[in-house]
Nanobody, 119 residues
Framework: QVQLVESGGGLVQPGGSLRLSCEASGSIRSINGMGWYRQAPGKQRELVAVISSGGSKDYLDAVKGRFAISRDDAKKAVYLQMNSLKAEDTAVYYC?????????????WGQGTQVTVSS
């Protein structure tokens, strides 16, 4: 069984920084793509950043230049460094990992972590 644990959310002032972490454990053979989504109140969930197994990265236009995604395959982890945070970045952030386990592969989601940007 695979589990994902997120951490790093919280309350931060505009212009501040946070680093989100997501670590996977369990019966994992390998991890393909990794990503972060977010969902603000009353809005649809949106893809914030993705990183492939080869290290290619892509970002939502609204966060380009401010957020950085990275991965540590040895730790089975993905990170999201968020700088110059704005009020509109307030949302619940979810990690998602495409994991190959003993039965095949599938997308696994973290439990979500709240990020609130407010003065």
């Amino acid at each position: 069984q695979v589990q994902l644990v997120e951490s790093g959310g919280g309350l931060v002032q505009p212009g501040g920084s946070l680093r989100l972490s997501c670590e996977a454990s369990g019966s994992i053979r390998s991890i393909n793509g990794m990503g972060w989504y977010r969902q603000a109140p009353g809005k649809q969930r949106e893809l914030v950043a993705v990183i492939s197994s080869g290290g290619s990265k892509d970002y939502l236009d609204a966060v380009k230049g401010r957020f950085a995604i990275s991965r540590d395959d040895a730790k089975k982890a993905v990170y999201l460094q968020m700088n110059s945070l704005k009020a509109e970045d307030t949302a619940v952030y979810y990690c998602v990992l495409e994991i190959v386990d003993g039965l095949g592969y599938g997308d696994y989601w973290g439990q979500g972590t709240q990020v609130t940007v407010s003065s």
